[in-house]
């Protein structure tokens, strides 16, 4: 019974050492996933159009006229004011002061310094008044002139093509050396998108100009 024993055990150790290859076959990995889909990319967002102007700027609604037979200085401080109202494109309330102005009745040339304050805003310029015996001429001079932003913003809006928002440099109100041609820059957001910069110049008389920067 021992002999037997040593029989069954030696054949056990054989048939683990075997040569012989596995019945059952490991598995092999999965193929990589592939599609012929695109990949996604992001999409650039349209924007919505500004409305275009249809009308010329509207020139603002100046109160206060004195009357014909006002003194001669409440007359002129009047067409100083609103000169400065009408270039900066809204009425608002303005203040011109021209120390020596109750005498420019007198017969001859007056040459006075005048300063303006429009929305908050100072600026000077130069009075020169040639008063005759029953009549007066008067021009005020001025290197600066005041603007408003949303004037700005309505000339670079009608002249730039396809724009969604407009963005200028600017306080709301402004005044600006109207012989510094460097003038306002200003950012156009078109409808794809796309920033363009522009320049607006303003002129004496509160005319924009706006081109391409």
């Known amino acids: 019974m021992r002999i037997g024993v040593v029989l069954v055990v030696t054949a056990a150790v054989l048939a683990g050492c075997s040569d012989t290859p596995s019945a059952t076959p490991s598995p092999s990995p999965p193929p990589p996933l592939q599609s012929s889909a695109p990949i996604p990319t992001a999409s650039t ?37 609103r000169q400065a109202q009408i270039a900066a494109g809204r009425a608002a309330e303005t203040t011109v002061a ?10 001859g040339r007056h040459e006075l310094t005048c300063k303006v304050t429009y929305a908050g805003k100072v600026y000077s310029g130069k009075l020169v008044v040639e008063a005759k015996q029953y009549s007066a001429t008067y021009k005020f001079t001025s290197q600066f002139v005041p603007i408003t932003r949303v004037k700005v913003v309505d000339a670079v809006q009608r002249t730039a093509p396809d724009a969604a928002q407009v963005t200028c440099t600017m306080e709301a109100v402004a005044v600006v050396n109207h012989a510094d041609q460097q003038g306002i820059a200003c950012d156009v957001t078109t409808t794809a998108n796309a920033v363009r910069p522009y320049k607006a110049v303003v002129s004496g008389d509160g005319r924009v100009l706006v081109a391409k920067a």
């Open 45 to 81: 967002p349209t924007l919505t159009p500004l409305p275009s102007p249809t009308k010329p700027w509207p020139t603002p609604r100046v109160t206060g006229t004195p009357a014909e037979d006002a003194p001669l200085a409440e007359r002129i401080r009047f067409a100083i004011a």
């Open 98 to 107: 021209c120390p020596g102005i109750d005498d420019a009745e007198k017969p």
